[in-house]
């Protein structure tokens, strides 16, 4: 009986590991012998989950955006180079051109950081540069000039007339309310400012010498008292960071050489904020 009731508990085995794919083996013998149930080793293929065990394909890296690069111009450039200038990788003043000297500048930046030296602006590169910076003013966009031109004074729109404005730092001259030449200017410092208001040119002198200062004024062109639109050779040297004595200085020798020659005696000056 007892065997008897062996075989029917391996009997009822098999069925199950026949429905399971299971392999059942009686041990050798009597059949008192325990029973051994085998299972079969899974392949691979047929693993639930087999992908989730695979790495990861290692992700494509995408360059940062490159937002400005040599041969750029324009204001933004003006503000990557004042901004360079702030941590001392360029030292003169904005051009608004991405040079040569830009390039390098934004080279050693790069490199100082660890990042890749491309020597163009990317987004990674501006963003460091703007935590380690402030927001350029006026002045330190346009440290050596070539400011827009700010909207004529109303006075200016009619007649011969030079029109300077203290606030883009230039001088319009105009004729019938159109521009003919743009030039930036400088003016005088806190302590012998340039006079504001309408006046007219009342005396030209193409080689004047200051009397005054004993300093060369090539090109003046006086409009008030001893104040006069000139050529400066410190201004085409140092730049805003000089000042004159209250004339309206011009570094760009040519352009106050051809002005000199269109002026008439008479003409209007507006100087204006």
């Avoid at 992700?59 to 040599?70: D, E, Q, R």
């Avoid at 960071?241 to 209250?246: D, P, T, V």
């Amino acid at each position: 009986m007892r065997t008897e009731g062996m075989r029917r508990v391996i009997a009822a085995l098999v069925a199950v590991a026949a429905v399971g794919g299971c392999t059942v083996q009686a041990s050798e013998g009597d059949g008192k012998g325990p029973v051994r149930v085998e299972l079969p080793k899974s392949s691979p293929s047929s693993s639930a989950g087999a992908e989730d065990d695979k790495p990861d394909a290692e992700p494509t890296k995408t360059p940062p955006k490159v937002l400005l690069s040599p041969g750029d111009t324009g204001r933004d450039v003006r503000e990557l180079q004042a901004r360079l200038r702030q941590v001392a990788w360029i030292f003169e003043g904005p051009t608004g051109t991405y040079d040569g000297t830009t390039e390098e500048a934004v080279k050693g930046f790069q490199g100082k950081r660890g990042l890749p030296k491309t020597g163009e602006t990317d987004a990674v590169t501006w963003q460091r540069l703007l935590k380690m910076t402030h927001e350029p003013g006026k002045w330190e966009l346009y440290l050596m000039g070539g400011q827009p031109a700010d909207k004529p004074d109303a006075r200016c729109l009619t007649g011969r007339v030079l029109c300077i404005s203290k606030s883009s730092r230039t001088l319009r001259w105009m004729v019938d309310g159109r521009t003919v030449t743009t030039v930036p200017v400088r003016f005088g410092s806190e302590y012998t400012p340039t006079r504001e208001g309408v006046f007219s040119v009342y005396w030209k002198s193409r080689h004047h010498v200051s009397t005054l200062y004993d300093s060369p004024m090539p090109y003046a062109m006086f409009f008030s008292g001893g104040q006069a639109v000139h050529y400066s050779s410190d201004f085409a040297a140092r730049g805003y960071a000089g000042a004159s004595h209250g004339c309206v200085n011009v570094r760009d020798e040519a352009v106050i050489a051809e002005l000199f020659d269109e002026v008439r005696d008479g003409d209007k000056v507006v100087v204006h904020w």
